[in-house]
């Protein structure tokens, strides 16, 4: 991974930021993105100290087209040619029926994980398609498939990720861009915090009795998918941990 450009959305905590740590281990030149800038310097500043590798960072909010489509038409030229692009950044707002849904948590999960990861993609893959080299990988979830009540709508827009993911290699068919998604059960990072409304106590309760997948665990598989021979292209994975059956199943201690 020596000099490949890596770029990952929501690198400023969890998953991305595990997924910049696994990267910059291997010596990747690492493009990171976010809104939250200071959480991301932190972490570009961390990385250039522990693994003495390039980052750049980005602000950017993926649900904003314009600002898509302008900041990355504009990258310094030395930033430019990205190897890997990494869809991470996305969240899961409210958790209720649907009948009681809150449109705005709706509005906010479809335009980051699905309207986001697509913006985010069709900025990207020209060039990498130009260059003939290249992979997509998306973080969608568990959830894309195993749909749960009261998580309705994110299991609808992780489900719009796996149909974007198994259309996008129909869509590329020919080229040696590579396309992968990523499944992860329940990950311990500031995902419950934030679908509950930064109510920490509740978000404590998701993970109680139980070890959930981290998200250096994610960011090894990730890395994985990444690091396969260039003929190889890993399709899908999904991981859980081992105490969770189904994304509502979970064996937890009663201790
Ligand atoms: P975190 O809340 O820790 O990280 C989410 C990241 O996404 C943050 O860096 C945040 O950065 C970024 N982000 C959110 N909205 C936007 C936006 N509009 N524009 C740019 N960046 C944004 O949660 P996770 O690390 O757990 O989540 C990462 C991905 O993993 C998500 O797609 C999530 O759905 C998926 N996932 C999580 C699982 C879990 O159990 N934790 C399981 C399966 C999948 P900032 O706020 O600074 O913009
Ligand atoms: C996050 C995992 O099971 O909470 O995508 O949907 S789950």
Request: with cysteine.
């Amino acid at each position: 991974m020596r000099n490949r450009t890596v770029f990952i959305t929501g690198a400023s905590s969890g998953i991305g930021e595990a997924c910049a740590n696994a990267f910059a281990a291997a010596s990747a030149r690492l493009l990171l993105a976010a809104r939250r800038m200071d959480r991301l310097d932190e972490v570009a500043s961390r990385l250039r100290t522990e693994y003495d590798v390039e980052v750049h960072t980005i602000e950017l909010d993926v649900r904003d087209v314009g600002v898509v489509s302008r900041v990355l038409a504009e990258l310094p030229r030395e930033w430019s040619e990205i190897d890997v692009l990494v869809n991470n950044a996305g969240l899961a707002r409210g958790f209720g029926p649907v009948p009681e849904g809150d449109t705005r948590d709706w509005d906010e999960m479809m335009d980051t994980n699905v309207k986001g990861l697509l913006y985010v993609t069709r900025a990207v893959l020209p060039a990498m398609l130009a260059r003939d080299r290249g992979h997509v990988i998306n973080i969608s979830s568990i959830a894309g498939d195993e749909v749960y009540p009261n998580g309705v709508a994110y299991c609808a827009s992780k489900a719009a990720v796996d149909a974007i993911s198994y259309g996008l290699r129909m869509d590329i068919a020919g080229s040696s861009v590579r396309v992968t998604n990523i499944k992860p059960g329940m990950v311990e990072t500031e995902f419950s915090e934030v679908r509950f409304h930064g109510d920490r106590d509740r978000a404590a309760k998701v993970y109680a009795g139980v070890t959930p997948l981290s998200a250096a665990d994610v960011a090894d598989t990730v890395f994985y998918a990444a690091s396969r021979p260039p003929h190889v292209n890993i399709d899908e994975i999904k991981l859980k941990p081992v105490a969770q059956a189904t994304a509502t199943m979970v064996a937890r201690d009663s201790g």
